[in-house]
């Protein structure tokens, strides 16, 4: 496969993260080398405090519409990666393939949020919980709409059928390897690799580029 096989890449950043994450500089740099260009739609806008699934979602199907005609290509990490299996299913073969980093396969499933109970009902009380952004390098508020929003998607039990890769660290704090496991282990379509890192992959950007690499037909 050429380069001129690669349509177009899209990254999807993560929770209180951003299109400048370190990941997303990183892939976007490797593509440039390539003459590619990746597109790294910013979730945080217009601002974190309103942020949903179904508002990333919308935002991810209009910039797709508006790179013009032909299959591209997912890249999604943690709670991007969410979206990306999403959006995968959803959009059928406007996705040709699909990369996911750390995925949170779990998220917002009763018994396997981050949050325990108690601060969700809290949350809920509140109307707003502050979580640390890490593009802002500080805490902003996240309204409860993202929890309620949030329990309308599953994409553990989405019909994922497009060619796909998952790198999982072993030591993740945020995302289980066993629920990835579980998680790719009916889908034949996907290829899991399971790293000596944690939740950030970062000391394995290297060997995760070389993968992706020839699984975009980068390489010869």
């Given at each position: ?47 974190f ?36 299996i ?94 990835v ?40």
């Amino acid at each position: 496969m050429s380069d001129a096989a690669v349509n177009k890449v899209f990254y999807l950043h993560g929770f209180a993260s951003s299109a400048r994450s370190t990941k997303a500089g990183y892939v976007a740099d490797r593509l440039r080398e390539h003459g590619l260009a990746l597109h790294c739609p910013d979730f945080n806008e217009p601002d974190f405090t309103t942020l949903t699934m179904t508002r990333m979602m919308a935002r991810l199907e209009q910039e797709i519409s508006d790179a013009g005609p032909g299959a591209v290509t997912l890249i999604g990490s943690s709670l991007g990666g969410t979206l990306a299996i999403l959006a995968a299913a959803r959009l059928g073969a406007r996705v040709d393939r699909v990369v996911l980093l750390a995925p949170a396969v779990m998220f917002a499933r009763l018994g396997h949020h981050l949050l325990p109970p108690e601060r969700i009902e809290r949350w809920r009380l509140e109307g707003t919980m502050p979580f640390f952004h890490y593009a802002y390098n500080e805490e902003q508020p996240l309204a409860y709409a993202f929890y309620e929003d949030s329990v309308r998607y599953d994409a553990f039990g989405a019909a994922l059928w497009q060619p796909t890769l998952i790198f999982q660290g072993l030591h993740d704090r945020s995302v289980d390897h066993r629920t990835v496991e579980q998680f790719a282990r009916t889908r034949p379509n996907i290829t899991l690799s399971l790293l000596d890192d944690d939740h950030q992959l970062t000391a394995s950007l290297p060997a995760i580029w070389g993968a992706v690499s020839a699984f975009l037909g980068l390489v010869a």
